[in-house]
T-cell receptor, first 110, second 115 residues
Framework: SQKIEQNSEALNIQEGKTATLTCNYT??????LQWYRQDPGRGPVFLLL?????KEKRKERLKVTFDTTLKQSLFHITASQPADSATYLC?????????FGTGTRLQVFP | NAGVTQTPKFRVLKTGQSMTLLCAQD?????MYWYRQDPGMGLRLIHY???????AKGEVPDGYNVSRLKKQNFLLGLESAAPSQTSVYFC??????????????FGPGTRLTVT
């Protein structure tokens, strides 16, 4: 069955460093992959979309890579700030639906 | 623009009671979705709609029913609530097919407890 894996352990990094979050998937070949941010008590908010034929996508301090051979996406936040602390979800396109990973909690401390 | 709104924000039900969760969007989106989010399980799709008057089952549809009588509204019903339905429920909408690259816009969520 299709499976999406994100590191369930929280990622703790120091302010100013680059945070790297991983999304791995199996038994699936998505054409699109999306990343969302979720703050406690709130709904997810869309951040970035990357297509299968794109290796990398950037938006301000955010960068996403998509390796269809490794079946992996990496999400980077450069020059991280305490305000970046949140849970980050990856989601894979599956015909008319999205399948979400469980998310990785990022904590950026001063 | 209010975006996606959900009513109510919190609710406590007793086992066997029924209730309806309301989702409304003002972005003229065709596609609407209901998810539940549980610790360690992530977001799981309950039901979705690809347009007014249409509904389809998602990953975990049992115990829920939905209706999309108007384009802007998507209702989620629990006919006989069970403790296993204690969860946070999120509604989302998208302009196009989410699986084909369109981003989803989420509501603030409804926290439901079934005792």
């Amino acid at each position: 069955s299709q499976k999406i894996e994100q590191n369930s352990e929280a990622l703790n990094i120091q302010e100013g460093k680059t945070a790297t979050l991983t999304c791995n998937y199996t038994n699936y070949s998505p054409a699109y992959l999306q990343w969302y941010r979720q703050d406690p008590g709130r709904g997810p908010v869309f951040l970035l979309l990357i297509r299968e034929n794109e290796k990398e996508k950037r938006k301000e301090r955010l960068k996403v890579t998509f390796d269809t051979t490794l079946k992996q996406s990496l999400f980077h936040i450069t020059a991280s700030q305490p305000a970046d602390s949140a849970t980050y979800l990856c989601a894979l396109g599956n015909t008319d639906k999205l399948i979400f990973g469980t998310g990785t909690r990022l904590q950026v401390f001063p | 623009n209010a975006g996606v709104t959900q009513t109510p924000k919190f609710r406590v039900l007793k086992t066997g009671q029924s209730m309806t969760l309301l989702c409304a969007q003002d972005m003229n989106h065709e596609y609407m979705y209901w998810y539940r989010q549980d610790p360690g399980m992530g977001l799981r799709l309950i039901h979705y709609s690809v347009g007014e008057g249409t509904t389809a089952k998602g990953e975990v549809p049992d115990g829920y029913n939905v209706s999309r009588l108007k384009k802007q509204n998507f209702l989620l019903g629990l006919e006989s609530a069970a403790p296993s339905q204690t969860s946070v429920y999120f509604c989302a909408s998208s302009y196009g097919v989410a699986g084909y690259g369109y981003e989803q816009y989420f509501g603030p969520g409804t926290r439901l407890t079934v005792t």
